[in-house]
């Protein structure tokens, strides 16, 4: 089982360079979402979705964008990478409702902008 | 305003010994659910356990129990008979009805041979 892909797993970007982090799931899961791990700061919601075609905002989502065209799919755009990026991103998405939930996490992707 | 703390940066627990990692969380919501990762140093988030508002019993997944106590909005994480290979961060998250998810800045636990 796949689980939760992401790519790629390290990149380093110029200031300005615009790049699409990769997710991926195979389990069917409704819910996908978008983190950032700083240090010191665990981890905070970018994005997510609850279906294909429905995104919304997280605790962080300025500097980033997100569409869901399928179930699958869940890539996170950087239109115009700042230092301030710098951070390990990790994609996940959820089972359950209110009685029995967890979320699956990808491997994380570590992104350095100089 | 934080909506989840973790108020022990590092903790150290004696091999075979039971340990608590404290939660506090911040919500009006009704209906949300807490959790508990594990991050060891090869940085994988690693699921052990989860506990909805609505379940009057705490949860249990093996050596690790939540101790829920609503009206004291605290989610503890309880690890029993510790191992070495328990050594790794651990966070504490969220999610709120909105499906928004928010995560602790962690605990860093040690477990000593």
């Known amino acids: 089982n796949a689980g939760v892909t992401q790519t790629p797993k390290f990149q380093v970007l110029k200031t300005g360079q615009s790049m699409t982090l990769q997710c991926a799931q195979d389990m069917n899961h409704e819910y996908m979402s978008w983190y950032r791990q700083d240090p010191g700061m665990g981890l905070r919601l970018i994005h997510y979705s609850v279906g294909a075609g429905i995104t919304d905002q997280g605790e962080v989502p300025n500097g980033y964008n997100v569409s869901r065209s399928t179930t699958e799919d869940f890539p996170l755009r950087l239109l115009s990478a700042a230092p301030s990026q710098t951070s390990v991103y990790f994609c996940a998405s959820k089972i359950g409702g209110a009685t029995n939930e967890k979320l699956f996490f990808g491997s994380g992707t570590q992104l350095s902008v100089l | 305003a934080q909506k989840i703390t973790q108020t022990q940066p590092g903790m150290f627990v004696q091999e075979k010994e039971a340990v608590t990692l404290d939660c506090t969380y911040d919500?009006?919501?009704?209906?949300?659910?807490l959790f508990w990762y594990k991050q060891p140093s090869s940085g994988e988030m690693i699921f052990l356990i989860y506990q909805g508002s609505y379940d009057q019993q705490n949860a249990t997944e093996g050596r690790y129990s939540l101790n829920f106590q609503k009206a004291r909005k605290s989610a503890n994480l309880v690890i029993s008979a510790s191992q070495l290979g328990d050594s790794a961060m651990y966070f504490c998250?969220?999610?709120?009805?909105?499906?928004?998810?928010?995560f602790g800045t962690g605990t860093s636990l040690t477990v000593i041979p």
């Open positions: 998250a969220m999610r709120r009805a909105g499906n928004q998810f928010y």
């Open positions: 919500t009006s919501d009704p209906s949300y659910g």
